[in-house]
């Protein structure tokens, strides 16, 4: 009994030896490593609509003006209003999905951009309820993150602010 209890004992102060280990590991990973992943997994999604919108250099495709003009509206308050003013909304929406992006990944002005693309998502949720647990709340966790944190050592932003400190 008295063997069986101690090799338990022994198994299981290994086991805790391993996931302690296993946990400096881990934590010993650079921060700069997520960072750059969530401001790729951030910039795809975004960069990716924003070419839809376009069908040469600042020419709207017809599927963003449809979009804009005729399907899209904002839901507030139980009401569903139209977009204002919806070929600048459009062109707007279609600039700030490519510029945005570029900036995320290469790190410049990282916060500011991440901020731009929180409050699309903002606009896009007021657009398209239904889609808060499939892409909103993820990218806005990713774009808040992003605000918070900044972009990490693998950006441009710590070099262009190195200079300022």
Known sequence: MKTEAASSYGAGA?????????????????????????????????FKSGLTKWDGFLTLSQGARY??????????????????FPLTM??????GELVLPVLLILGLGTRFAALGLLLMTAIIQLTIPDGWANFHLPWAAMALALVVFGGGRIAIDPLVMQGRK
């Not at 934590?27 to 401001?39: D, F, G, K, T, V």
């Not at 459009?90 to 600039?95: F, M």
């Open 14 to 46: 290994a086991l805790a030896a391993l996931v302690t280990r296993t946990e400096g590991l881990l934590a010993s990973l650079p921060p700069s490593l997520p960072l750059l992943a969530l401001r790729f997994a951030l910039a795809i999604p975004f």
């Open 90 to 95: 459009a062109t707007a929406a279609g600039i």
């Open 67 to 84: 979009l804009f003009e005729q399907e899209f509206r904002l839901h507030i308050f139980g009401s569903e209003i139209p977009y204002p």
